[in-house]
């Protein structure tokens, strides 16, 4: 599936400048700088704060949010999550809310530098677990009730067990999800991979940690990716886009008048969200022996109020 720019949806002007200052704020938030040592004053009122969970034990869904068990003829593992990256963050009222009709507080760098529009990975923030992605003023999130959760999840990192010779190792994964993206050089675990060009969605490339094959990274791209949209029947996302929707478990209601921050746990299930061509039937990931990676979909998100 292969996905339009965002830049194409309804995105009123406001958003757009907010957008800039959300990807300002998201630089100062991700520095390891000690708070005290930043001269720069947070701006006042309450903030608007979205943190990742990675939760192997997540109910695993399908595309249409339903539980999904594993195809026959794949393997399948629950990944140790590093790093995510989200693309594109909308707040939507209702089911019947179309894509880009919902209140859009956040939407990550593009450019054009690949020829196509395209995420700029390496403007990109990649947080871990626990983590905030998006840290902005309240006042951004217009007055209203939402009851989903709409995030354009961009890049992920995660290391993955895999056999040799029946020998079990660790690897690393660097995974391109977003409709599409221009990456320059990215880092897998220890090794620099440069690109300098557009990669759609499924681009993958993995390193291995404990090198006992010839070629410690290598790279690929899966045939499909799944998007899980439990409202799909009624506010279908793009097609190639990896647009994951969450209904809050009650709707999130804002007045206006707020005074505390509002921290919501964006929380991803990574149960068995790695998946490969099984050739024997052990469950075993073994790439040299010709398993192939096919989809690397996050299976459920569930939005928290904290």
């Known amino acids: 599936m292969v996905l339009g720019s965002f830049a194409a949806y309804p995105f009123p002007m406001k958003q757009m400048i907010w957008a800039a200052v959300a ?30 969970r990675f939760d192997s034990t ?25 790093k995510m990256s989200a693309h594109y963050v909308e707040f939507a009222q209702t089911a019947l809310t179309q894509v880009g009709q919902g209140d859009v507080v956040y939407h ?46 961009a890049y992920q990192n ?46 993958w490339a993995f390193e291995v940690q404990d090198p006992p094959i010839p070629t410690p990274v290598t790279e ?5 990716t799944t998007v899980v949209n439990p409202i799909q029947a009624t506010s279908p996302i793009p097609a190639g886009s990896c647009l994951v929707t969450g209904a809050f478990a009650s709707p ?9 921050d509002i921290v919501i746990t964006v929380s991803l299930s990574t149960n068995k969200s790695f998946e490969w061509t099984e050739l ?11 398993e192939t990676v096919v989809d ?7 939005p928290i109020v904290e």
């Open 280 to 290: 024997d039937g052990d469950n075993k990931f073994e790439p040299v022996n010709g």
């Open 23 to 52: 990807a300002f704020a998201l630089t100062l938030g991700g520095c390891t700088k000690d708070e005290a040592e930043d001269p720069t004053p947070a701006p006042a009122g309450p903030r608007l704060i979205l943190k990742f």
């Open 58 to 82: 997540q109910v695993r869904l399908g595309s249409l949010g339903q539980p999904s068990v594993v195809p026959a003829g794949h393997g399948a593992l629950s990944p140790r999550f590093n």
């Open 220 to 224: 690929g791209q899966a045939p499909g």
């Open 158 to 203: 995660y290391d993955v067990r895999f056999y040799y010779n029946n020998v079990g190792y660790m690897g690393t994964i660097a995974s391109f999800i977003g409709y599409n993206t221009y990456i320059g050089s990215y880092l897998v675990d220890d090794s620099t991979v440069t690109v300098n060009a557009n990669k759609l969605q499924g681009y």
């Open 108 to 153: 990550a760098p593009e450019t054009t530098m690949g020829g196509t529009t395209a995420i700029d990975h390496d403007l990109g923030i990649n947080v871990g677990d626990g983590q905030a992605f998006v840290n902005i003023p309240l006042s951004d999130l217009n007055p209203g009730t939402y009851q989903f959760l709409r995030v354009s999840l």
């Open 252 to 260: 999130l209601t804002i007045t206006g008048n707020e005074t505390q």
């Open 296 to 302: 690397m979909g996050i299976r459920g998100m569930l």
